[in-house]
T-cell receptor, first 110, second 113 residues
Framework: GQQVMQIPQYQHVQEGEDFTTYCNSSTTLSNIQWYKQRPGGHPVFLIQLVKSGEVKKQKRLTFQFGEAKKNSSLHITATQTTDVGTYFCAGPEYGNKLVFGAGTILRVKS | DAGITQSPRYKITETGRQVTLMCHQTWSHSYMFWYRQDLGHGLRLIYYSAAADITDKGEVPDGYVVSRSKTENFPLTLESATRSQTSVYFC????????????FGDGTRLSIL
């Protein structure tokens, strides 16, 4: 079945540093979704990318979808303590399901 | 999201017991999902449902049973709990249409002793 790999598994940064998490799929994706889960919380939808090479921004967060639609990245500029949590990418599977990456845990040291 | 609620939030039980986790959504979403979250594994799909009375297995269905007699409810039952089922369980729902996002409940933290 489809697999979605995400790296790194864990990253600890100093407040103000940048952060990037990468997502790679074993198959071409029609779209990719990103979710954020705060510590002790539940995953919350952030954004969806659909087009090849698409770039979307949400304030300090930049999301990219690869040209081949098999990889994606999330970049956070100048991290803040409010950015802590786990970031998941997810690709669609038949039956309206999602296959989630294992997630990247971000810790920010102030 | 206030529209999807899970209960209980925390549960401790013993091996061999039956336990049911409840999930209720008020959006009338067609699709509902149950995931378990374990460190290092991300979110793994247990069961999902496309509509009332339609359910299907996900990646890790063994030891679990679901039902969906009404659109708004999607209970998950562990028929004979085992320690390996200690986990955080999330219910999610989504509207029909392949690109719609999933909306998650607050989760149930289940410990099996």
């Amino acid at each position: 079945g489809q697999q979605v790999m995400q790296i790194p598994q864990y990253q600890h940064v100093q407040e103000g540093e940048d952060f990037t998490t990468y997502c790679n799929s074993s198959t071409t994706l029609s779209n990719i979704q990103w979710y954020k889960q705060r510590p002790g919380g539940h995953p919350v939808f952030l954004i969806q990318l659909v087009k090849s090479g698409e770039v979307k921004k949400q304030k300090r967060l930049t999301f990219q979808f690869g040209e081949a639609k098999k990889n994606s990245s999330l970049h956070i500029t100048a991290t803040q303590t409010t950015d802590v949590g786990t970031y998941f990418c997810a690709g669609p599977e038949y039956g309206n399901k999602l296959v989630f990456g294992a997630g990247t845990i971000l810790r920010v040291k102030s | 999201d206030a529209g999807i609620t899970q209960s209980p939030r925390y549960k401790i039980t013993e091996t061999g017991r039956q336990v049911t986790l409840m999930c209720h959504q008020t959006w009338s979403h067609s699709y509902m999902f149950w995931y378990r979250q374990d460190l290092g594994h991300g979110l793994r799909l247990i069961y999902y449902s496309a509509a009332a009375d339609i359910t299907d297995k996900g990646e890790v269905p063994d030891g679990y049973v679901v039902s969906r007699s009404k659109t708004e409810n999607f209970p998950l039952t562990l028929e004979s709990a085992t320690r390996s089922q200690t986990s955080v369980y999330f219910c999610a729902s989504k509207d029909s249409g392949g690109n719609q996002p999933q909306h998650f409940g607050d989760g149930t933290r289940l410990s099996i002793l």
